[in-house]
């Protein structure tokens, strides 16, 4: 069985956060103005009502798996599989939520509309870079594609903790969203490539487990160091994370995928 594209997931989130910017860009000026949101959420109803049920007309490829009873089980997950795993929840301890990103921007000056539109930024980088970022990872190694990311990330962090000057936010959101793009999509693509084809679903569970679960441990840490300003705790984290970046990069044995 062919190992899912990272250019697949790079499409997806393309498509995603693409669709989402442009909401917001259209209910930004509605937003600044009145701070009445209960009719945007409403609205928001329609396209999410019609997604979820546009699931339904999707026909499934069919394969050998489909209504058989599966015992969840790990023991079929390689030893190299677990090292990678281990380096992508290291990192999700030290990767706040995007919220604590905002904050940051309303501490440094920006007000409200301002703050939405950093966001926006992050967003509209995301999206145009997620298609080319999957496209490099299917030619190149997807460890050192996502140690790039990770370097870049490090590199905003550290920004955010470190400056002062409110206008460096319209730099660092951008950045920030070339890190995703480097990272989301290519991340889930490289446990795919480490497991055998039907233990895919479980490694994909484990991951997504990992990365919930070290999201909440990063805001509740983060929150607890933030002592004003938030300097302290991006500083921190970009810093591990710019080690991390290092080791991956200098690693060649992390993560290789077995020869076929």
């Not at 062919?2 to 669709?19: D, E, I, K, N, W």
């Not at 599966?70 to 030290?94: C, E, M, Q």
């Amino acid at each position: 069985m062919c190992s899912p594209s990272a250019v697949t997931f790079g499409q997806f989130r393309s498509l995603h956060y693409g669709a989402a910017e442009e909401c917001k860009v259209m209910n930004l000026p509605a937003s600044k103005t009145s701070r009445r949101f209960s009719p945007l959420l409403w609205i928001a109803v329609i396209p999410a009502t019609a997604s979820a049920a546009l699931v339904f007309l999707i026909r499934e490829r069919p394969h050998p798996g489909i209504g058989t009873r599966v015992t969840w089980s790990t023991a079929d997950l390689p030893s190299r599989f677990w090292r990678v795993i281990s380096i992508l929840g290291l990192f999700a301890i030290v990767n706040f939520p995007d919220t604590l990103l905002l904050l940051r921007a309303k501490d440094l000056g920006f007000e409200f509309g301002g703050v939405v539109a950093l966001y926006v930024l992050y967003n509209l980088s995301y999206a145009a870079l997620s298609y080319p970022a999957g496209a490099i990872s299917d030619r190149l190694n997807r460890r050192v594609v996502f140690a790039c990311g990770l370097g870049i990330f490090a590199t905003a962090y550290l920004g955010f903790g470190m400056t002062t000057t409110p206008a460096w936010l319209c730099v660092l959101f951008p950045l920030y969203g070339a890190y995703a793009a480097l990272t989301d999509g290519v991340s889930r693509a490289w446990i795919a490539d480490l497991v055998p084809g039907h233990a895919r679903g479980t490694a994909l569970r484990i991951h997504a487990a990992l990365s919930g679960v070290g999201l909440l441990a990063a805001g509740v840490w983060a929150g607890l160091a933030w002592m004003g300003t938030g300097r302290v705790p991006f500083i921190l984290s970009g810093t591990l994370v710019a080690v991390i970046a290092v080791i991956l990069m200098a690693s060649r044995h992390i993560g290789e995928p077995a020869a076929v």
